[in-house]
């Protein structure tokens, strides 16, 4: 959508959805009904943006502080749909609003703003969307002892999937002793997992090979391929072996989600879920990208795919590690990028829509 687009008399594109192509918010703002699709959002109409833009011009509101509003204003507006469609006897459902993925890595920052979003939106089915970056997790916790719902993004290993539901759980326990009321505090997570199958070709024939991880629930360790303990290795350079087959595509996504979904019922099954569970806890959305439905529940469903994958990845030399570091650096950049995006749309949209001055200067609104 172009800043044209944006300003045009009536228009209402929606603003929520899984992925920026659903409205200009959609970096910011999207909504996941209560038992809807998993792979999918649901986008929302947002209030025709001209007539709010033109009062954030007339009122001289930078691109930063407009767009601020504009977030705060479609997840409301977002939110209140959703509780209507609940009280005609829909589904209804949770909106997410993200705070900007430029400090994911500082904890602090990251809580700052989720508090302060929580407290402008003001909705009960609202959720921040904070990515799980290695420090995100600090803000993920902190936010759920303050009785902040979280939607966790940029989620691409199962050992990251673990260590986020842990923060769940962990937020939730600290809620508790807080005397809050855990049915209000919803928790989902996504799997950004369609960046895998890029970052694995690229590491294809990486030399090297990375130790096994830190153990997750089921017994696994992630970064671990076959046997325990087996390093990830390159393969051979000898011109008599031939080279492993490719992996299908899709496969290691797939694999993933589908031990994540094992992850998720073993967790369920635990003492800490049913102890938070009886205290009013809801179980965590599992939502992703890339795989455009869940795996089997047979046998290939308790994990055991993902270790014939990720054996695979160990004969074609690739580390394990450093694949999905690389695609968590892509699922960030990423976000990053489609919020830049976004601000710059909403800064063009302030200029064409700031009147010229009485002296033929321009009053456009300064950026920021």
Known sequence: MSAAQLCAPGAAPAVCGDGAEN????????????????????PVPYPAYRPHLEDLARRRRGAGAALGELVVRGARSAADQLRE????????GQVCAAVPVSPAHDPLAVLAGARALHRAVDRPNLMITVPATAR???AITGCLAEGIGVHAVCVVSVERYARVVDAFLTGLERAARAGLDL????????LAVAGLETAAGALAYA?????PGPPVPGGARAGAAGDAGRRLRAPSTAS???APAPIPALALAAATVDMALHIREEVHEGRRWRALARQGARPHALRWDGVPEPGGRGPAGDGTR???????????GVCHRRLTAQAEAA????????????????????RALTPPAADGGSTAAAPG
């Open 136 to 138: 995100g997790l600090e």
């Open 85 to 92: 469609h609940q009280a005609a006897g829909g589904p209804g």
């Open 23 to 42: 409205g200009p918010l959609g970096p910011f703002v999207h909504a996941h009904p209560a038992g809807g699709p998993e792979t999918e959002g649901t």
């Open 207 to 211: 030399p090297g090979g990375a130790p």
């Open 240 to 242: 008599s072996v031939p």
């Open 183 to 190: 049915g209000a505090v919803p928790t989902a997570l996504s």
């Open 331 to 350: 699922a960030l950049a990423g976000a990053a990028r489609q919020q830049r995006h976004t601000a710059r749309l909403v800064g063009a949209a302030l």
């Open 306 to 316: 993902l270790w014939r994958v990720l054996g695979a990845l160990a004969d074609q």
